[in-house]
T-cell receptor
Framework: EAQVTQNPRYLITVTGKKLTVTCSQN?????MSWYRQDPGLGLRQIYY???????DKGDVPEGYKVSRKEKRNFPLILESPSPNQTSLYFC????????????FGQGTRLTVV | SQQGEEDPQALSIQEGENATMNCSYK?????LQWYRQNSGRGLVHLIL?????REKHSGRLRVTLDTSKKSSSLLITASRAADTASYFC????????????FGRGTSLIVHP
């Protein structure tokens, strides 16, 4: 089954404790991206990757890091989480052509206290 | 920056009525997509319309695109309570990264 898998689904952590949210897709998609969703703000893009070892900043990259060592995986790293990073996070992937839909993971609800 | 902006922000209708949501965007696009999100869940793709298309249908969904006005509309006909969700438009810019840029969404409530 074609899917994007995020882990964990829920996470409560403390300020400053490094964490990683994993994202994996099984569709051989070139493009992957991370979004955060906050009430009243919709989905905002954090980082995206157009292929292995190619990443770029989205609209709200501060406080986040990503890596794309393999085509299927695109982890989101918070080196020193802060309360303002409490949010619902989504990973998405898409074929390179841009003429097809994006597939989304089920989301990771992160709370930083 | 967010490319698409949906209107209205919230819409409440009775089952059986039609629901219309609009999306405006700022720059030239390659295509525009509509997604649906049930509360707290991942987004599900509904329909994609290319910049050279003006109208597209899928079941009870009808999407129009007016590139001269930089706007799109999503019409859900004969709505059902199960259509209750948030709806987002997403654009892919011409010559861009092909990563969709989303608006803030329209929250649709369909009362049984």
């Amino acid at each position: 089954e074609a899917q994007v898998t995020q882990n964990p689904r829920y996470l409560i952590t403390v300020t400053g404790k490094k964490l990683t949210v994993t994202c994996s897709q099984n569709m051989n998609h070139e493009y992957m991206s991370w979004y955060r969703q906050d009430p009243g703000l919709g989905l905002r893009q954090i980082y995206y990757s157009m292929n292995v070892e190619v990443t770029d900043k989205g609209d709200v990259p501060e406080g986040y890091k990503v890596s794309r060592k393999e085509k299927r995986n695109f982890p989101l790293i918070l080196e020193s989480p802060s309360p303002n990073q409490t949010s619902l996070y989504f990973c998405a992937s898409r074929l390179r052509t841009g003429l097809t839909e994006a597939f989304f993971g089920q989301g990771t609800r992160l709370t930083v206290v | 920056s967010q490319q698409g902006e949906e209107d209205p922000q919230a819409l409440s209708i009775q089952e059986g009525e039609n629901a219309t949501m609009n999306c405006s965007y700022k720059t030239s696009i390659n295509n525009l997509q509509w997604y649906r999100q049930n509360s707290g869940r991942g987004l599900v793709h509904l329909i994609l319309i290319r910049s050279n298309e003006r109208e597209k249908h899928s079941g009870r969904l009808r999407v129009t695109l007016d590139t001269s006005k930089k706007s799109s509309s999503l019409l859900i006909t004969a709505s059902r309570a199960a259509d209750t969700a948030s709806y987002f438009c997403a654009t892919t810019s011409s010559g861009g990264s092909y990563i969709p840029t989303f608006g803030r969404g329209t929250s649709l409530i369909v009362h049984p």
